[in-house]
């Protein structure tokens, strides 16, 4: 079974930071990208940030340009999210996903297979 395990979201007050990271688990899988999306309540699920993990390259959402970084060490190993300035407008629970396909972007959710159960960021004005 395919696992995807996100862990490093809690609670901080407006302007602080966060790292959230996802490590898959379970029975091994080919990834050629990675991406965080997050849902608010009474909102729909939004893309938030990809990255394709051969070439690095990165995508984003434009809330979050400049605040946000999406990275990984090399193509098996984690995800990270790091989240600087944070806002209350940031409040939502947090996925990773997984694609094996090759995209031109990432920045939709139908181009991810496998999912994460999410982890809770909370900002506080």
């Known amino acids: 079974q395919v696992q995807l395990v996100e862990s490093g979201g809690g609670k901080v007050q407006a302007g602080g930071s966060l790292r959230l990271a996802c490590a898959p688990a379970?029975?091994?899988?080919?990834?050629?990208?990675m991406g965080w999306f997050r849902q608010a309540p009474g909102k729909e699920r939004e893309f938030v940030a990809a990255?394709?993990?051969?070439?690095?390259?990165?995508y984003y959402r434009d809330s979050v340009r400049g605040r946000f970084t999406i990275s990984r060490d090399n193509i098996m190993g984690p995800v990270y999210l790091q989240m600087n300035n944070l806002k209350p407008e940031d409040t939502a629970l947090y996925y990773c996903?997984?694609?094996?396909?090759?995209?031109?972007?990432?920045?939709?959710?139908?181009?991810?297979?496998?999912w994460g159960q999410g982890t809770q960021v909370t900002v506080s004005s």
């Open positions: 990255i394709a993990l051969i070439s690095g390259r990165s």
């Open positions: 996903a997984a694609t094996a396909a090759y995209y031109d972007d990432f920045t939709g959710g139908d181009k991810y297979s496998y």
């Open positions: 379970g029975r091994s899988f080919s990834r050629h990208a």
